[in-house]
T-cell receptor, first 109, second 115 residues
Framework: QKEVEQNSGPLSVPEGAIASLNCTYS??????FFWYRQYSGKSPELIMS????GDKEDGRFTAQLNKASQYVSLLIRDSQPSDSATYLC?????????FGQGTRLTINP | DAMVIQNPRYQVTQFGKPVTLSCSQT?????MYWYQQKSSQAPKLLFH???????NEADTPDNFQSRRPNTSFCFLDIRSPGLGDAAMYLC??????????????FGAGTRLSVL
């Protein structure tokens, strides 16, 4: 079992709709969870961090964490073509940050 | 105002010819990381420096080395690049290593091609 698992996609969403990205992790002791956005050929850019159960909202982005289910998700409301990218889920264990392989998201105009 | 700067952005080297990639930071962070990312894969941690303390990942090949001469700079040396080493190399920094809220900030990356 991979430490951090994501559906690689591609996930295709119409412009203006809600994009929902999911991630599961195996280390129950994990305390920190991050979503990075990576455009093709570019480096990862942090868009959300979440540390406690529940929802955290920042503009059009909402991160959701459920530690009992070892599940973290990212919702993107009012999706825009500029949101088309690969979204990497990253989970921090004792010291190391472990990345999922990413979900490729395409927003269709 | 780039905070983590990688040079060069693109590097072409020949099979077996040593190559060095550079990373500098203006954040005065204690920790600097090197990741390798191949196409459609997750970034893979190669090693990190906590201040001057070098921490190698168990599965990082000996072909990969690193130097951190001061707080601001860190180098990745590939002693004898093979075709399988062609990848994007990402440098990242964080204020500290432990603790739950330390965020890693990435440079723009260096794309390495091996001919």
């Amino acid at each position: 079992q991979k430490e951090v698992e994501q559906n690689s996609g591609p996930l295709s969403v119409p412009e203006g709709a809600i994009a929902s990205l999911n991630c599961t992790y195996s280390d129950r002791g994990s305390q920190s969870f991050f979503w990075y956005r990576q455009y093709s050929g570019k480096s990862p850019e942090l868009i959300m961090s979440i540390y406690s159960n529940g929802d955290k909202e920042d503009g059009r982005f909402t991160a959701q964490l459920n530690k009992a289910s070892q599940y973290v998700s990212l919702l993107i409301r009012d999706s825009q073509p500029s949101d088309s990218a690969t979204y990497l889920c990253a989970v921090k264990g004792a010291q190391k940050l472990v990345f999922g392989q990413g979900t490729r998201l395409t927003i269709n105009p | 105002d780039a905070m983590v700067i990688q040079n060069p952005r693109y590097q072409v080297t020949q099979f077996g010819k040593p190559v060095t990639l550079s990373c500098s930071q203006t954040l005065n962070h204690n920790v600097m990381y090197w990741y390798q990312q191949k196409s459609s894969q997750a970034p893979k941690l190669l090693f990190h420096y906590y201040d001057k303390d070098f921490n190698n990942e168990a599965d990082t090949p000996d072909n990969f080395q690193s130097r951190r001469p001061n707080t601001s700079f860190c180098f990745l040396d590939i002693r004898s690049p093979g075709l399988g080493d062609a990848a994007m190399y990402l440098c990242a920094t964080s204020r500290d290593r432990g603790g739950s809220k330390n965020i890693q900030y990435f440079g723009a990356g260096t794309r390495l091609s091996v001919l």
